[in-house]
């Protein structure tokens, strides 16, 4: 497995969210509208791309939100890669970054639907809190933060 830190020009990191953006659509559904419009990528500078065996299968990202805290974004593996730690992996290193860029803590939200991605950020020491910003209030959203 290599980790490669990169921004969202990174060819292989936009191939993955393509990948990320088909699945959410199918199990967001009707809801999907809503959630993407908070998920552009054309800003991010702090991305990840997981690379086994020189083929890319999983991507993150950190992007701040105000003076001390960062919010993860765009986090995906393959579906045929999954099981194996990478998603893990790129979180850890998303964690790492952001000590590294002098901030306190990450954010998130992923939606209840998102059962393995609930059951990650809860294997990795995430809490749940209030929704915040724009999920504040959306039924379908939960959210989570860590302390770095």
């Not at 809801?31 to 991305?47: P, R, S, V, W």
């Not at 950190?62 to 003076?67: G, Q, R, S, T, W």
């Not at 393959?78 to 992996?89: D, Q």
Request: proline share 3%; with cysteine; net charge negative.
């Amino acid at each position: 497995m290599q980790i490669l830190r990169t921004t969202s020009e990174n060819n292989d990191f936009q191939d993955l969210v393509k990948n990320l953006d088909a699945y959410l659509a199918e199990m967001d559904g009707d809801d999907h509208a809503f959630y993407d419009q908070y998920n552009k990528i054309d800003l991010l500078k702090n991305c990840i791309v997981v690379f086994e065996n020189e083929k890319p299968v999983g991507c993150g990202a950190i992007k701040p939100i105000n003076e001390n805290t960062m919010e993860v974004k765009r986090m995906f593996t393959l579906p045929e890669f999954r099981g194996k730690g990478l998603a893990v992996s790129v979180l850890k290193e998303l964690e790492i970054w952001t000590k590294e860029l002098g901030y306190e803590k990450t954010v998130l939200e992923t939606g209840k639907k998102q059962i393995e991605a609930v059951a990650l950020y809860k294997k990795c020491n995430y809490t749940i809190i209030p929704n915040y910003g724009q999920y504040a209030g959306i039924e379908n959203s939960v959210c989570f933060e860590k302390i770095l």
